[in-house]
């Protein structure tokens, strides 16, 4: 295994920007994600020259150039094979996957899926914006019901995947929302990047071109009070300025809203996020919309050993007491010798 050693040093906004072009559509939620990144990694102890991030193919995939660390461009839906040989490799590394709602859910669906279950360290940042920009607007895995695109032009008839609830049944021990413009994003990455395993953090992010506004509904910032609950863990589920909040139905085992008097939640039955508790979790995942605000912020959070730690102590554990000796290995069980003047193949 390689070790890379590090120098502890402060880095600053300026360290972790590149001198490349940015070149995404003028107006585009990507330049807010890219800026909230570059903002936040100052801030939780990393350097450029132990960062690595990952991505496959799709807009949000052009990320590894806007970064001043190592990267990895890949091929469609592979970035999860791709880190996950980087980080056996050398865990050392701090590793974030950048991927898309087509690229990582689609044909990357199955890659992702693995990399959640055997739990790697790493964060994955999905950026949802329920559409195929790179390819010009084709319908996605979350695309809602309805949605014209050159490929559905009668509006597509497919249920939508739900990001988070994918990840929470692959079995996510870190499962977080956020969206582009939000200030809130860089606490939710911070929060990504302290937990010791995968990190799925969705990330809502406005398509400028072929899915214009589609969050506005709870993203625009004029009453967005009202539609949005930002969890905290060990604070009330509470919204709209704390005059409204999330209570447990016993009888029915669903989540509803309440309304809060004079601020006494504890009366209006509104429960406390405890971000351990994976069915409240899933229940937050499945809120509907309308009905319901947005969860916002970290849903889950209970590690569990990672995939490399595992790895690394098997590895050790095999080699403990064993002199490596090559030639043992290459005439171990059956061999055979090629002489001259055998048959010709």
């Known amino acids: 295994m390689n070790e890379m050693t590090t120098v502890a040093r402060t880095t600053t906004l300026k360290d972790w920007e590149t001198d490349q072009e940015v070149r995404w559509c003028p107006g585009c939620g990507d330049y807010a994600i890219l800026k909230a990144v570059q903002r936040t990694m100052p801030e939780i102890g990393t350097t450029p020259e132990n960062t690595v991030f990952v991505s496959g193919i799709g807009c949000s995939s052009r990320f590894p150039y806007y970064m001043e660390t190592y990267g990895f461009h890949t091929i469609h839906g592979r970035a999860p094979a791709f880190a996950t040989g980087l980080k056996l490799a050398n865990p050392d590394l701090d590793i974030w996957i950048v991927t898309g709602d087509g690229d990582g859910l689609s044909i990357g669906g199955n890659h992702t899926m693995h990399l959640i279950r055997r739990n790697l360290d790493c964060q994955i940042m999905l950026f949802n914006n329920e559409i195929y920009g790179l390819t010009k607007g084709q319908y996605s895995p979350t ?3 309805g949605t014209t695109s050159p490929s559905t032009p009668f509006g597509s008839v497919d249920r939508p995947a ?3 609830a994918f990840a929470l049944g692959a079995g996510a021990r870190f499962v977080a929302r956020g969206f582009d413009v939000s200030k809130e994003l860089p606490n939710v990455l911070k929060a990504a990047h302290a937990h010791k395993g995968a990190a799925f953090i969705e990330i809502f992010q406005n398509c400028i071109v072929y899915n214009k506004d589609v969050f506005q509904d709870f993203a625009a910032p004029k009453g967005a009070e009202d539609r949005q609950l930002w969890l905290q863990n060990g604070e009330p589920m509470l919204f709209a300025k704390g005059t409204k909040g999330i209570a447990l139905d016993s009888e029915a085992l669903e989540l509803k809203v309440v309304d809060v008097v004079d601020g006494d939640w504890q009366a209006a039955g509104v429960i406390v996020h405890d971000v351990t508790n994976r069915s409240v979790a899933h229940m937050l995942v499945e809120m509907r919309f309308g009905e319901f605000p947005m969860a916002l912020g970290v849903l889950y959070d ?9 790895v690394v102590r098997q590895n050790a554990a095999a080699r403990e007491g ?18 001259e003047g055998g048959p010709e193949l």
Do not use: I, M
């Open 143 to 145: 695309s809602r019901v």
């Open 162 to 164: 739900q990001p988070c």
């Open 302 to 310: 209970d590690p569990r050993p990672t995939f490399e730690a595992d």
């Open 322 to 339: 064993k002199t490596a000796d090559l030639q043992s290995l290459l005439k171990k069980g059956q061999t055979w010798t090629v002489e």
